[in-house]
């Protein structure tokens, strides 16, 4: 069992950062792919960003590459999201993922094995 506890969420004007954290903690979460999806009211929740444990691996959605990056801090087994030059458009609950995986590019294909409860980033204009 893997439990994810997100935080870092508000209000924020356009143009503005916003760094999104999640603790994670559970059996062998070394094994996990850790990752970030978001759903804005009445769309589908897509993927952000995944990262994993070791190593230097990490995966994005295109849209969102060259504005958010992730990273994570393992002696707290926390993930970070940073996100920069917010736009309204990314107003959305954001989730923390686990997924039992090899490498972070599996996070955006596939179910997901643990879900946050969702931490949400409103951008205003």
């Known amino acids: 069992q893997v439990q994810l506890v997100e935080s870092g969420g508000g209000l924020v004007q356009a143009g503005d950062s916003l760094r999104l954290s999640c603790a994670a903690s559970?059996?062998?979460?070394?094994?996990?792919?850790m990752g970030w999806f978001r759903q804005a009211p009445g769309k589908e929740r897509e993927f952000v960003a995944a990262?994993?444990?070791?190593?230097?691996?990490?995966s994005y959605a295109d849209s969102m590459k060259d504005r958010f990056t992730i990273s994570r801090d393992n002696a707290k087994n926390t993930v970070y999201l940073q996100m920069n030059t917010l736009k309204p458009e990314d107003t959305a609950v954001y989730y923390c993922?686990?997924?039992?995986?090899?490498?972070?590019?599996?996070?955006?294909?596939?179910?997901?094995?643990?879900w946050g409860q969702g931490t949400q980033v409103t951008v205003s204009s």
């Open positions: 993922a686990a997924k039992f995986a090899s490498t972070a590019q599996a996070m955006g294909v596939g179910p997901v094995n643990y």
């Open positions: 559970g059996r062998f979460i070394s094994n996990y792919a």
């Open positions: 990262i994993k444990w070791s190593g230097a691996s990490t």
